[in-house]
């Protein structure tokens, strides 16, 4: 398994921009994919994204498109999801997690085997 530490979360005005980082601590990316969750209080894990590390093939939730950008940096061995357009319902834990999920799966939580921390993301209004 991959240890996984997840950075860059914090306060964001409404309209707001962050960009969270997924760092390799041990372990590489190599042959995963690497998606990004969320989890708000009271409701259930989110899928947010996807990379596949080795082709670079990129996924998103419909809810989500056009507002996520997630890519991979080679040399820091880490993964980036930059969100734009924050609303204060994008709330949350965000979590990034690694696994080999079959091909169209990749939504499903069950898919991925190693989980970071989370990060605590807050949009205020």
């Known amino acids: 398994q991959v240890h996984l530490v997840e950075s860059g979360g914090g306060l964001v005005q409404t309209g707001g921009s962050l960009r969270l980082s997924c760092a390799a601590s041990r372990g590489t990316f190599s042959r995963f994919v690497v998606g990004w969750f969320r989890q708000a209080p009271g409701k259930e894990r989110e899928w947010l994204a996807c990379?596949?590390?080795?082709?670079?093939?990129?996924y998103y939730a419909d809810s989500m498109k056009g507002r996520l950008s997630i890519s991979s940096d080679n040399a820091k061995n880490t993964v980036n999801l930059l969100m734009n357009s924050l609303k204060p319902e994008d709330t949350a834990v965000y979590y990034c997690?690694?696994?080999?999920?079959?091909?169209?799966?990749?939504?499903?939580?069950?898919?991925?085997?190693?989980w970071g921390q989370g990060t605590q993301v807050t949009v205020s209004s």
């Open positions: 990379i596949n590390w080795n082709v670079g093939l990129t």
């Open positions: 997690a690694t696994g080999r999920p079959p091909y169209g799966s990749w939504m499903y939580a069950s898919q991925y085997d190693s």
